[in-house]
């Protein structure tokens, strides 16, 4: 009982702390999560009029897209527990002329209300890491997806260790290296999250969901949990980028949006403490910036390509 308690204080918790940021939330996702939301749809293969599941929806980055994709007929219903989010991801299909193609629900991944064998295709971008029980959600998709149906599933993840795009992705980095052994960059959402851990204490309010903080290489373990759940797995891959932040202000709010950390602690701090925190990020950045160097958010996903049997 109390294990159930939990994980829905932490799902209730979590989804909450994005009310409050949801137009931040929305523009840097589709800042830097487009191309992503890309290679994820063109992973899945969607068709018409294929009926599509979206769990984690947020904003719709990536129902959208699918959207374009169903033909007449097909169907996309993203589902997610924040109510700012998906009243977003409403008004964005609305002004798109997509809303006859698209629903937007609240409903928890981990209990989906929808009957055994309803869809073709379940995506899920950067969702998984932020439920508790995820082979439970996963069992659930695997459930509500009909035979022979495809999942796409993606988490943030620096790539395979063994791996073409782990070796090219160590060499690209060097240089960075070298510019943070200078002291000529600083890297979110580790900076700030150095700052909050430092200057603010834990709350009672859950953070981190135990996929998330477990590792930040999550290539084995997500694979491993999607055939877990039934699913065969048909490929894997990686995406990486790096965004580069002009100013102190920008790369604060990247951060405070993304990093469950700063976000839940930020939002529970006295403002006079945020304002001194927020004030010590900024003059280290400007310092940084004057020697010559740069404020990066390195962004990436790692996509589990996978088939419910026939």
Not at 33 to 44: D, H, K, Q, T
Request: charged share 25%; with cysteine; proline share 5%.
């Amino acid at each position: 009982m109390q294990k159930t308690l939990d994980s829905q204080t932490f799902k209730t918790c979590d989804a909450a702390s994005y009310n409050a940021l949801t137009e931040q939330f929305d523009f840097f996702t589709e800042r830097l999560s487009s191309s992503l939301a890309a290679r994820m749809v063109s992973l899945a293969e969607i068709g018409s009029p294929h009926s599509v599941l979206d769990v984690g929806t947020g904003t719709g980055v990536v129902a959208l897209q699918a959207a374009g994709k169903i033909g007449a007929g097909g169907k996309v219903h993203g589902i997610d527990l924040s109510e700012e989010m998906l009243a977003t991801a409403a008004a964005k299909a609305e002004r798109l002329g997509l809303a006859g193609k698209i629903e937007f629900s609240r409903m928890d991944a981990e209990e989906l209300k929808f009957e055994a064998q309803t869809f073709d295709i379940a995506l899920s971008l950067f969702a998984l890491l932020h439920f508790p029980n995820p082979l439970m959600a996963l069992r659930e998709i695997f459930r509500v997806l009909r035979p022979g149906g495809r999942l796409v599933v993606a988490v943030g993840s620096s790539p395979p260790l063994i791996s073409l795009s782990g070796l090219i992705h160590r060499f690209k980095i060097l240089p960075d290296l070298l510019r943070r052994s200078q002291g000529k960059q600083l890297v979110a959402p580790n900076f700030l999250d150095s700052l909050v851990e430092r200057h603010l204490p834990e709350t009672d309010e859950p953070e981190e969901s135990h996929l998330a903080s477990h590792s930040h290489n999550r290539t084995q373990g997500v694979a491993a949990l999607v055939q877990s759940a039934g699913f065969k797995v048909l490929q894997t891959d990686w995406q990486g980028h790096q965004a580069q932040l002009e100013t102190p202000e920008e790369f604060w709010e990247i951060q405070r949006t993304f990093s469950s950390i700063a976000r839940k602690r930020l939002a529970a701090a006295a403002p006079e403490k945020v304002e001194l925190l927020e004030r010590e990020f900024t003059e280290k950045c400007r310092t940084v910036q004057s020697r010559g160097g740069n404020l990066v958010y390195p962004f990436a996903a790692f996509y589990v390509v996978a088939q419910k049997p026939e």
